[in-house]
T-cell receptor, first 112, second 108 residues
Framework: NAGVTQTPKFQVLKTGQSMTLQCAQD?????MYWYRQDPGMGLRLIYY???????DKGEVPNGYNVSRLNKREFSLRLESAAPSQTSVYFC???????????FGSGTRLTVV | DAKTTQPPSMDCAEGRAANLPCNHS???????VYWYRQIHSQGPQYIIH???NNETNEMASLIITEDRKSSTLILPHATLRDTAVYYC?????????FGTGTRLKVLA
């Protein structure tokens, strides 16, 4: 029962470097989401994909791009990392029928 | 999407019921109330959701007022492992907006 799998779990980047966070779900969910959580804060929505082939901006999309590669996979790309993007990133998926989310265990990203 | 208001923190004695309130006075008729919790820095975990009727599952009970402007999550017999941040979310479209939640501390 994998659920939502995120890779990598930890990453340190230098300012200006790029990287892609990977997310895959095995529950045949239609919708997928990327959130970030800064220390002591709630989660903020970066991007989401309501269904395969569609993506939309959330609350804090600047500095990020996403790709819904197929129904299972939703990746988040940082083109030029900045220290302000140091955060924990969570991917989630949901079945459009009941909207309950399943979250991954997170990627802890530090930009120095 | 309707906004929610929760107290920033609460304490509860182990074995007692934990009652976590949430105000959502701008909720619309078709918006559901969802509760999640986050233990340490793990991904949030779904607890329960409801529209207007009270709901119960193996984890908790959800009481929604008749006017739907507020709700209460009840953990009937809190344990130390229930120490977490609890988020109340009102879902209109298919994307959640999280607030800062209530930090529940269960005391031995």
């Amino acid at each position: 029962n994998a659920g939502v799998t995120q890779t990598p779990k930890f990453q340190v980047l230098k300012t200006g470097q790029s990287m892609t966070l990977q997310c895959a779900q095995d529950m045949n969910h239609n919708s997928m989401y990327w959130y970030r959580q800064d220390p002591g804060m709630g989660l903020r929505l970066i991007y989401y994909s309501a269904s395969e082939g569609t993506t939309d901006k959330g609350e804090v999309p600047n500095g990020y791009n996403v790709s819904r590669l197929n129904k299972r996979e939703f990746s988040l790309r940082l083109e030029s990392a900045a220290p302000s993007q140091t955060s924990v990133y969570f991917c989630a998926s949901s079945d459009r029928v009941n909207y309950g989310y399943t979250f991954g265990s997170g990627t802890r990203l530090t930009v120095v | 999407d309707a906004k929610t208001t929760q107290p920033p923190s609460m304490d509860c004695a182990e074995g007692r019921a934990a009652n976590l309130p949430c105000n959502h006075s701008t909720i619309s008729g078709n918006e559901y109330v969802y509760w999640y919790r986050q233990i340490h820095s793990q991904g949030p975990q779904y607890i329960i959701h409801g529209l207007k009727n009270n709901e119960t599952n193996e984890m908790a009970s959800l009481i929604i007022t008749e006017d739907r402007k507020s709700s209460t999550l009840i953990l009937p017999h809190a344990t130390l492992r229930d120490t977490a941040v609890y988020y109340c979310i009102v879902l209109g479209t298919y994307k959640y907006i999280f607030g800062t939640g209530t930090r529940l501390k269960v005391l031995a």
